[in-house]
Protein backbone atom coordinates (compact mmCIF):
# COMPACT_ATOMS: atom_id res chain seq x y z
CA UNK A 1 0.00 0.00 0.00
CA UNK A 2 2.73 2.77 -1.28
CA UNK A 3 2.33 3.24 -4.60
CA UNK A 4 1.30 6.32 -6.33
CA UNK A 5 -1.91 6.02 -8.72
CA UNK A 6 -1.05 7.92 -11.45
CA UNK A 7 -4.32 8.91 -13.52
CA UNK A 8 -3.53 10.03 -17.19
CA UNK A 9 -0.65 7.82 -16.62
CA UNK A 10 -0.03 7.84 -20.62
CA UNK A 11 -0.41 11.91 -21.20
CA UNK A 12 1.92 14.47 -21.67
CA UNK A 13 2.49 15.64 -17.28
CA UNK A 14 1.55 11.95 -16.30
CA UNK A 15 4.14 10.02 -18.60
CA UNK A 16 7.06 12.24 -17.91
CA UNK A 17 6.14 11.43 -13.89
CA UNK A 18 5.72 8.28 -14.35
CA UNK A 19 9.31 7.92 -16.14
CA UNK A 20 11.16 10.03 -13.25
CA UNK A 21 9.13 8.04 -10.32
CA UNK A 22 10.58 4.94 -11.87
CA UNK A 23 13.71 5.88 -11.75
CA UNK A 24 14.09 7.00 -8.00
CA UNK A 25 12.26 3.59 -7.24
CA UNK A 26 8.92 4.61 -6.57
CA UNK A 27 5.98 2.33 -7.09
CA UNK A 28 3.63 3.29 -9.71
CA UNK A 29 0.11 2.53 -10.93
CA UNK A 30 0.23 3.77 -14.19
CA UNK A 31 -3.80 4.54 -15.31
CA UNK A 32 -5.71 5.57 -18.39
CA UNK A 33 -8.38 3.99 -20.73
CA UNK A 34 -5.82 1.46 -22.71
CA UNK A 35 -2.94 0.52 -20.52
CA UNK A 36 -0.29 -0.86 -22.10
CA UNK A 37 -0.25 -4.61 -22.55
CA UNK A 38 2.91 -6.51 -20.80
CA UNK A 39 3.43 -3.74 -18.22
CA UNK A 40 1.88 -5.21 -14.67
CA UNK A 41 1.89 -1.32 -13.45
CA UNK A 42 -0.54 -0.33 -16.01
CA UNK A 43 -4.44 -0.28 -15.01
CA UNK A 44 -7.13 0.37 -16.85
CA UNK A 45 -8.84 3.49 -15.47
CA UNK A 46 -11.83 5.30 -16.93
CA UNK A 47 -13.45 9.10 -14.87
CA UNK A 48 -16.62 7.49 -17.00
CA UNK A 49 -16.95 4.29 -15.41
CA UNK A 50 -16.58 4.24 -11.70
CA UNK A 51 -16.29 0.59 -11.51
CA UNK A 52 -12.65 0.55 -12.68
CA UNK A 53 -11.81 3.66 -9.47
CA UNK A 54 -11.36 1.52 -6.92
CA UNK A 55 -9.26 -1.41 -8.90
CA UNK A 56 -7.17 1.24 -9.75
CA UNK A 57 -6.69 2.61 -6.17
CA UNK A 58 -5.79 -0.69 -4.99
CA UNK A 59 -2.14 0.03 -3.25
CA UNK A 60 -2.23 3.12 -3.93
CA UNK A 61 -1.46 5.55 -1.13
CA UNK A 62 -0.94 8.65 -3.22
CA UNK A 63 -1.93 9.81 -6.47
CA UNK A 64 -1.36 12.31 -9.20
CA UNK A 65 -4.91 13.66 -10.28
CA UNK A 66 -5.56 14.87 -14.21
CA UNK A 67 -9.07 15.79 -13.90
CA UNK A 68 -11.26 14.27 -17.21
CA UNK A 69 -9.92 16.24 -20.23
CA UNK A 70 -12.22 18.28 -22.57
CA UNK A 71 -15.19 18.21 -19.52
CA UNK A 72 -16.02 21.83 -18.15
CA UNK A 73 -16.86 20.19 -15.09
CA UNK A 74 -15.51 17.75 -13.44
CA UNK A 75 -16.84 17.69 -10.40
CA UNK A 76 -19.47 15.04 -11.06
CA UNK A 77 -16.95 12.29 -12.65
CA UNK A 78 -14.24 13.62 -10.02
CA UNK A 79 -16.18 12.67 -6.65
CA UNK A 80 -17.39 9.38 -7.06
CA UNK A 81 -13.31 8.78 -7.45
CA UNK A 82 -12.47 11.03 -3.91
CA UNK A 83 -14.66 9.07 -1.89
CA UNK A 84 -12.91 6.06 -3.11
CA UNK A 85 -10.03 7.82 -2.31
CA UNK A 86 -10.85 8.36 1.19
CA UNK A 87 -12.32 4.61 1.80
CA UNK A 88 -8.84 3.16 0.96
CA UNK A 89 -6.92 6.00 3.00
CA UNK A 90 -5.20 7.48 0.35
CA UNK A 91 -3.00 10.44 2.14
CA UNK A 92 -1.73 12.50 -0.28
CA UNK A 93 -3.75 13.72 -3.81
CA UNK A 94 -2.05 16.41 -6.02
CA UNK A 95 -4.45 17.69 -8.79
CA UNK A 96 -3.41 18.89 -11.72
CA UNK A 97 -5.43 22.46 -12.04
CA UNK A 98 -5.21 25.15 -14.46
CA UNK A 99 -3.69 28.97 -13.84
CA UNK A 100 -5.74 30.25 -17.24
CA UNK A 101 -8.91 30.21 -15.56
CA UNK A 102 -12.19 30.29 -19.00
CA UNK A 103 -15.84 31.08 -18.23
CA UNK A 104 -17.96 27.56 -17.15
CA UNK A 105 -14.80 26.32 -14.90
CA UNK A 106 -16.42 27.22 -11.64
CA UNK A 107 -16.54 22.87 -11.46
CA UNK A 108 -12.58 23.06 -11.92
CA UNK A 109 -12.33 25.65 -9.24
CA UNK A 110 -14.55 24.12 -7.21
CA UNK A 111 -12.62 20.95 -7.23
CA UNK A 112 -9.06 22.68 -6.71
CA UNK A 113 -11.10 24.32 -2.94
CA UNK A 114 -11.59 20.64 -2.30
CA UNK A 115 -8.94 19.36 -2.81
CA UNK A 116 -6.66 22.43 -0.77
CA UNK A 117 -9.03 21.72 1.96
CA UNK A 118 -8.25 17.86 1.89
CA UNK A 119 -5.40 17.11 4.60
CA UNK A 120 -2.68 16.39 2.05
CA UNK A 121 -4.18 18.19 -0.91
CA UNK A 122 -1.71 19.86 -3.19
CA UNK A 123 -3.11 21.60 -6.14
CA UNK A 124 -0.41 22.28 -9.10
CA UNK A 125 -2.06 25.76 -11.10
CA UNK A 126 0.07 25.44 -14.47
CA UNK A 127 0.23 28.04 -16.85
CA UNK A 128 0.23 27.09 -20.39
CA UNK A 129 1.86 24.14 -21.87
CA UNK A 130 4.65 24.67 -24.62
CA UNK A 131 3.59 20.77 -25.37
CA UNK A 132 0.45 23.01 -27.38
CA UNK A 133 2.62 24.24 -29.84
CA UNK A 134 3.13 20.27 -30.72
CA UNK A 135 0.90 18.55 -32.51
CA UNK A 136 -1.80 16.82 -31.60
CA UNK A 137 -2.71 20.39 -30.12
CA UNK A 138 -5.01 21.53 -32.15
CA UNK A 139 -2.66 25.00 -32.16
CA UNK A 140 0.26 22.65 -33.05
CA UNK A 141 -1.63 21.03 -36.04
CA UNK A 142 -1.88 24.18 -37.41
CA UNK A 143 1.52 25.12 -37.10
CA UNK A 144 2.18 21.81 -39.05
CA UNK A 145 -0.01 22.56 -41.53
CA UNK A 146 -0.49 26.02 -41.81
CA UNK A 147 3.10 27.60 -40.38
CA UNK A 148 0.50 29.95 -38.15
CA UNK A 149 -1.02 30.80 -34.85
CA UNK A 150 -4.53 31.68 -34.50
CA UNK A 151 -4.99 33.80 -31.27
CA UNK A 152 -7.08 36.78 -30.37
CA UNK A 153 -4.73 37.33 -27.52
CA UNK A 154 -2.81 40.47 -29.11
CA UNK A 155 0.50 41.18 -27.51
CA UNK A 156 -0.54 39.32 -24.38
CA UNK A 157 1.85 37.16 -22.64
CA UNK A 158 1.79 33.88 -20.75
CA UNK A 159 4.13 32.22 -18.63
CA UNK A 160 4.64 29.10 -20.61
CA UNK A 161 5.77 26.01 -18.63
CA UNK A 162 7.12 22.82 -20.06
CA UNK A 163 4.89 19.83 -19.24
CA UNK A 164 8.02 18.48 -18.12
CA UNK A 165 8.48 20.75 -15.41
CA UNK A 166 5.20 20.23 -14.11
CA UNK A 167 5.85 16.26 -13.80
CA UNK A 168 9.04 17.65 -12.01
CA UNK A 169 7.16 19.17 -9.65
CA UNK A 170 4.63 16.47 -9.09
CA UNK A 171 7.24 14.13 -8.59
CA UNK A 172 9.06 16.38 -6.24
CA UNK A 173 5.48 17.18 -3.96
CA UNK A 174 4.26 13.26 -4.15
CA UNK A 175 8.26 12.11 -2.72
CA UNK A 176 8.22 14.88 -0.02
CA UNK A 177 8.90 13.78 3.71
CA UNK A 178 5.30 13.64 5.12
CA UNK A 179 6.15 16.97 7.42
CA UNK A 180 7.00 18.88 3.88
CA UNK A 181 4.24 18.24 1.51
CA UNK A 182 1.60 17.84 4.52
CA UNK A 183 1.91 21.64 5.65
CA UNK A 184 -0.56 23.49 6.64
CA UNK A 185 0.08 26.49 4.87
CA UNK A 186 -1.53 28.11 1.74
CA UNK A 187 2.05 28.10 0.52
CA UNK A 188 2.17 24.30 0.62
CA UNK A 189 -1.25 23.28 -0.67
CA UNK A 190 -0.81 25.61 -3.88
CA UNK A 191 1.91 26.39 -5.95
CA UNK A 192 1.46 28.26 -8.94
CA UNK A 193 3.76 26.36 -11.93
CA UNK A 194 5.26 28.75 -15.10
CA UNK A 195 8.44 28.64 -17.40
CA UNK A 196 11.19 30.98 -16.75
CA UNK A 197 9.31 34.13 -18.56
CA UNK A 198 5.94 34.97 -20.13
CA UNK A 199 5.75 35.41 -24.15
CA UNK A 200 3.60 36.64 -26.41
CA UNK A 201 2.71 34.19 -29.24
CA UNK A 202 4.57 36.69 -31.16
CA UNK A 203 7.77 35.91 -29.22
CA UNK A 204 6.46 32.51 -28.96
CA UNK A 205 6.59 32.32 -33.18
CA UNK A 206 9.83 34.21 -33.66
CA UNK A 207 11.56 31.75 -31.54
CA UNK A 208 9.88 28.79 -33.27
CA UNK A 209 11.09 30.36 -36.76
CA UNK A 210 14.36 30.33 -35.50
CA UNK A 211 15.28 27.60 -34.09
CA UNK A 212 13.14 25.00 -36.78
CA UNK A 213 13.90 26.78 -40.13
CA UNK A 214 10.09 26.96 -40.66
CA UNK A 215 8.32 30.39 -40.90
CA UNK A 216 5.83 30.66 -37.95
CA UNK A 217 3.78 33.84 -38.06
CA UNK A 218 1.03 35.11 -36.24
CA UNK A 219 -2.67 35.82 -37.72
CA UNK A 220 -4.61 38.18 -35.45
CA UNK A 221 -8.40 36.62 -35.32
CA UNK A 222 -11.76 37.02 -33.12
CA UNK A 223 -12.33 35.02 -30.37
CA UNK A 224 -14.63 32.85 -32.42
CA UNK A 225 -12.54 32.01 -35.01
CA UNK A 226 -10.00 30.49 -32.08
CA UNK A 227 -13.29 28.43 -31.26
CA UNK A 228 -13.02 27.13 -34.75
CA UNK A 229 -10.21 25.99 -34.52
CA UNK A 230 -10.67 23.96 -31.35
CA UNK A 231 -14.64 22.51 -32.81
CA UNK A 232 -12.87 21.54 -35.96
CA UNK A 233 -10.34 19.29 -33.56
CA UNK A 234 -13.37 17.51 -32.68
CA UNK A 235 -13.86 19.82 -28.86
CA UNK A 236 -17.70 20.05 -27.69
CA UNK A 237 -18.76 23.62 -28.89
CA UNK A 238 -19.35 24.76 -25.29
CA UNK A 239 -15.57 23.70 -24.42
CA UNK A 240 -14.43 25.16 -27.53
CA UNK A 241 -15.84 28.68 -27.00
CA UNK A 242 -14.63 28.35 -23.48
CA UNK A 243 -10.98 27.84 -24.02
CA UNK A 244 -11.07 30.46 -27.45
CA UNK A 245 -12.18 32.98 -24.50
CA UNK A 246 -8.77 32.41 -22.62
CA UNK A 247 -7.55 34.90 -25.25
CA UNK A 248 -9.27 37.41 -23.85
CA UNK A 249 -7.92 37.26 -20.73
CA UNK A 250 -4.17 36.72 -21.74
CA UNK A 251 -4.90 40.20 -23.97
CA UNK A 252 -5.34 42.16 -20.88
CA UNK A 253 -2.39 40.60 -18.91
CA UNK A 254 -4.26 38.11 -17.00
CA UNK A 255 -1.96 35.31 -17.19
CA UNK A 256 0.91 37.41 -18.01
CA UNK A 257 2.52 35.85 -14.55
CA UNK A 258 5.71 33.78 -13.54
CA UNK A 259 6.80 31.83 -10.59
CA UNK A 260 9.70 30.19 -8.82
CA UNK A 261 7.92 26.97 -7.76
CA UNK A 262 9.58 24.67 -10.09
CA UNK A 263 12.90 25.84 -8.92
CA UNK A 264 11.65 25.97 -5.17
CA UNK A 265 10.22 22.48 -5.53
CA UNK A 266 12.73 20.52 -7.72
CA UNK A 267 15.80 22.45 -7.63
CA UNK A 268 16.16 23.11 -11.12
CA UNK A 269 15.08 26.39 -13.22
CA UNK A 270 12.22 25.34 -15.42
CA UNK A 271 13.34 25.35 -19.34
CA UNK A 272 12.52 28.27 -21.59
CA UNK A 273 10.72 28.10 -24.48
CA UNK A 274 13.78 27.88 -26.80
CA UNK A 275 15.35 25.09 -25.04
CA UNK A 276 11.53 23.45 -25.77
CA UNK A 277 11.53 24.25 -29.18
CA UNK A 278 15.10 22.79 -29.47
CA UNK A 279 14.17 19.61 -27.96
CA UNK A 280 11.48 19.26 -30.36
CA UNK A 281 12.97 20.33 -33.85
CA UNK A 282 12.35 17.37 -35.47
CA UNK A 283 8.70 17.62 -34.72
CA UNK A 284 8.48 20.36 -37.31
CA UNK A 285 10.65 18.83 -39.62
N1 LIG B 1 -2.77 22.40 -22.25
C1 LIG B 1 -2.63 23.38 -21.38
O1 LIG B 1 -2.15 24.48 -21.69
C2 LIG B 1 -3.04 23.16 -19.94
C3 LIG B 1 -2.74 24.13 -18.99
C4 LIG B 1 -3.08 23.87 -17.66
C5 LIG B 1 -3.71 22.69 -17.30
N2 LIG B 1 -4.00 21.77 -18.29
C6 LIG B 1 -4.68 20.53 -17.88
O2 LIG B 1 -3.89 19.43 -18.21
C7 LIG B 1 -4.72 18.28 -18.19
C8 LIG B 1 -4.21 17.30 -19.22
O3 LIG B 1 -4.60 17.71 -20.48
P1 LIG B 1 -3.83 17.24 -21.80
O4 LIG B 1 -4.64 17.70 -22.94
O5 LIG B 1 -2.42 17.71 -21.69
O6 LIG B 1 -3.92 15.67 -21.75
P2 LIG B 1 -2.81 14.58 -21.46
O7 LIG B 1 -2.51 14.52 -20.00
O8 LIG B 1 -1.65 14.69 -22.40
O9 LIG B 1 -3.61 13.27 -21.90
C9 LIG B 1 -4.78 12.85 -21.25
C10 LIG B 1 -4.52 11.63 -20.36
O10 LIG B 1 -5.73 11.28 -19.72
C11 LIG B 1 -6.13 9.97 -20.14
N3 LIG B 1 -7.58 9.99 -20.32
C12 LIG B 1 -8.28 10.62 -21.30
N4 LIG B 1 -9.60 10.41 -21.12
C13 LIG B 1 -9.72 9.65 -20.00
C14 LIG B 1 -10.83 9.07 -19.31
N5 LIG B 1 -12.10 9.25 -19.71
N6 LIG B 1 -10.58 8.36 -18.19
C15 LIG B 1 -9.32 8.15 -17.75
N7 LIG B 1 -8.23 8.65 -18.37
C16 LIG B 1 -8.43 9.38 -19.49
C17 LIG B 1 -5.38 9.71 -21.43
O11 LIG B 1 -5.14 8.32 -21.62
P3 LIG B 1 -6.18 7.40 -22.45
O12 LIG B 1 -6.65 8.20 -23.62
O13 LIG B 1 -5.36 6.19 -22.81
O14 LIG B 1 -7.28 7.06 -21.49
C18 LIG B 1 -4.06 10.41 -21.15
O15 LIG B 1 -3.22 9.63 -20.32
C19 LIG B 1 -6.16 18.77 -18.39
O16 LIG B 1 -6.89 18.56 -17.20
C20 LIG B 1 -5.96 20.25 -18.65
O17 LIG B 1 -7.02 21.03 -18.10
C21 LIG B 1 -3.66 21.96 -19.58
Do not use: C
Not at 136 to 143: A, K, S, W
Not at 152 to 178: C, H, K, N, Y
Not at 228 to 243: C, K, N
Not at 251 to 263: C, F, P, Y
Request: glycine share 10%.
Amino acid sequence: MNAVLITGGTGKTGGALTALLRERGEPVRVASRTPAAGDPEAVRFDWADPATHAAALHGADRVYLVPPVNALDPLPLVEPFLAEADRTGVRRVVLLASALVFPGSEGALELAERIRARPGGVVLRASGFMQNFLAPHPMGERILRHGDIRTASGDGRVGWIDARDIAAAAAAVLTAPEEDAHGHGEERSDHLLTGPAALSYRDAAATLTRHTGRTVRVVPVEPEDVADVYRAAGLPDTFAVSLAAVDANIRIGRDDRVSTAVLDLTGRPPRTFAEFVRDHTAHYR
